[in-house]
């Protein structure tokens, strides 16, 4: 994983100096409130509902045994002995004291990390794949470019203080783990008919309170235009987009409100003043971004173990669910990636303990290099196991409770932390995910519904994806009173579709029997070897809305 060489660990450094200072002045009263607001959110820190909170930056989901301790020490110390993984691959604090924060910065740049650019109105963490590297179907590996990006966007002095937030997806794979066409911008790197690496650039994705599928703005960007490109369409948004109205201040209305041609066109004139100047990427420039992701030094896994592994998997049922659900091909004969799963009753979505970070730190040295990866799902991977060792690994996740085997599963559950933590939130999410999986527990029946995809959100934010999830629940406020809305048919992957409302909310109390309903029809409805997806798709909406509604 990429290591920082004296420009970012001063940068860095610098940084927690400067913010140590600014806090300083704020708790003096030197600093008023509306001018520490742009500094404090720029170091990744909101003032939330109970306490305040900090967002920890994750860059393209990937953390080091040595960082995974340091968090855990950080939580020890500083918080409440646990952390909340997000959508974006980033670790969020629910309860540091504001007077901590410059010293929780200061020890995680010790580790190479930090929360710079996690929240305002600036480019946020770049994301992508959480196979990057490993994946059988990549033709491109996109941690090289999602560092370049990384580098460009950094305290870019021109992009500050854009009209609001703005994310950037990559993905270098045949299959979209990106959620790249939710994104202001998404780039899929691909390889034309000569082998020379093109990028595919979208504009104006994204979820939220007006929910989009981003646009195609360039088929075929030649890899040496990519930041000079992606300025290009940062400047037509800067320049353009509303301030007016933070509701309308996104990128998707602005690329909505013009059409994607005249869009393209503003692109296309400001990049003519800066395609071919200093930020133009070489190959000596690429090559060396390559050089901080090298391959580990896998041992070969004999043939012998890789038949001893089918053998196990076909003997013990438990094992075998394990590795259907929870264990992915590698493009590396002998090896697999395993996710952890952080889906329990007894912790929310995404929630990872001090005790639990430790013993993950140990696991991924021993087993995968010393990396683990973040996912969108709020789990977690160790990226390179040997099959030889997935037996050992499996038994001692499971006495961490991070062997559960329902992912890719209704019960692998995206939420965000919603009303028992969100200042914005209309409702909780927590315990609709925790009624949920009290509800759905039986495995035979997980696994006879297939791949289902259930988030919830908390708010018209969307930050738990309720629009793309095959299933969404959305929290909303009805005079004071906490309701649900269900929507139905979306996703996130290459035929990325947004999920239609099925009709009036619910009481929370509701919500499981709802879905029961939604899943009967499911499995009344479905063909054989019918996904969820597949079978809303050919029925609609309608068969769904007359039994949940049915008097």
Request: negative net charge; charged residues 25%.
């Amino acid at each position: 994983m990429y290591r920082y060489d004296t420009y970012d660990q001063t940068l860095v450094d610098e940084r927690v100096v400067q913010f140590r200072d600014q806090m300083d002045r704020y708790l003096a009263g030197r600093l008023g409130e509306d001018e520490f607001r742009p500094l404090r959110l720029q170091n990744g820190l909101y003032i939330q509902k109970h306490a305040p909170m900090l967002r920890i930056a994750i860059p393209y989901g990937m953390l080091s045994s040595v960082q995974l301790r340091r968090l855990a020490a950080i939580t020890r110390r500083y918080d409440r002995s646990y952390g909340h993984f997000t959508t974006r691959q980033n670790l969020q604090l629910n309860w540091p004291a504001l007077e901590d924060v410059p010293a929780i910065l200061g020890e995680l740049a010790e580790v190479q990390m930090h929360a710079i650019q996690t929240s305002g109105n600036c480019i946020r963490n770049t994301t992508s794949d959480q196979f990057a590297g490993i994946a059988g179907d990549e033709v491109e590996d996109p941690r090289p470019w999602c560092e370049l990006i990384r580098q460009w966007s950094t305290l870019h002095p021109e992009f500050a203080f854009l009209p609001r937030k703005f994310k950037i997806a990559v993905s270098g794979a045949a299959a979209d783990r990106a959620a790249i066409q939710v994104h202001d911008i998404g780039l899929r790197l691909w390889h034309d008919a000569h082998g020379e690496l093109k990028v595919k650039v979208l504009a104006g994705g994204g979820l939220g309170r007006t929910p989009m599928i981003g646009d195609v703005v360039c088929e075929a960007l030649p890899w040496q235009h990519l930041l000079t490109y992606l300025e290009a369409c940062v400047r037509v948004y800067n320049q353009f987009g509303r301030r007016d109205n933070k509701f309308k201040a996104r990128i998707k209305i602005l690329v909505k409100a013009l059409g994607i041609e005249e869009f393209r066109h503003r692109v296309d004139a400001e990049w003519a003043h800066i395609k071919d100047g200093p930020q133009t990427l070489t190959e000596a420039a690429v090559e060396s971004a390559r050089t901080h992701f090298p391959e580990p030094p896998r041992r070969p896994v004999a043939d012998e173990a890789i038949a001893d592994f089918d053998r196990r998997r076909g003997q013990d049922r438990a094992f075998a669910r394990f590795v259907t659900n929870n264990v992915t091909d590698h493009r590396v004969p002998g090896y697999k990636a395993v996710t952890l799963s952080l889906k329990r009753r007894e912790h929310a979505p995404g929630d990872v303990t001090a005790d639990q970070l430790e013993a993950v730190a140990e696991l991924a040295e021993r087993f995968s290099f010393g990396e683990v990866r973040v996912t969108h799902e709020q789990n977690l991977v160790l990226s390179d196991v040997p099959v030889d060792a997935l037996d050992t690994l499996w038994r001692e996740l499971d006495g961490l409770g991070m062997a559960n085997p329902t992912v890719g599963t209704l019960n692998d559950i995206i939420c965000c932390p919603g009303g028992d933590f969100c200042s914005l939130a209309n409702a909780v999410s927590i315990p609709i995910a925790q009624a949920l999986q009290e509800r759905f527990e039986d495995l035979d029946f997980l696994y006879d519904l297939g791949p289902l995809d259930l988030n919830i959100s908390g708010c018209m934010n969307a930050c738990g994806h309720h629009h793309v999830g095959h299933i969404g629940i959305l929290g909303v406020d009805k005079k004071g009173e906490e309701y649900y809305q269900i929507s139905l048919g979306g996703n996130s992957t290459d035929d990325a579709s947004l999920g239609k409302i099925l009709g009036p909310s619910f009481f929370r109390e509701d919500v499981p029997r709802v879905i029961d309903q939604v899943l009967a029809v499911y499995v009344q409805a479905r063909h054989e070897d019918e996904r969820f997806l597949d079978t809303y798709r050919r029925v609609g909406l309608k068969p769904f809305k007359e039994r949940v509604y049915a008097r």
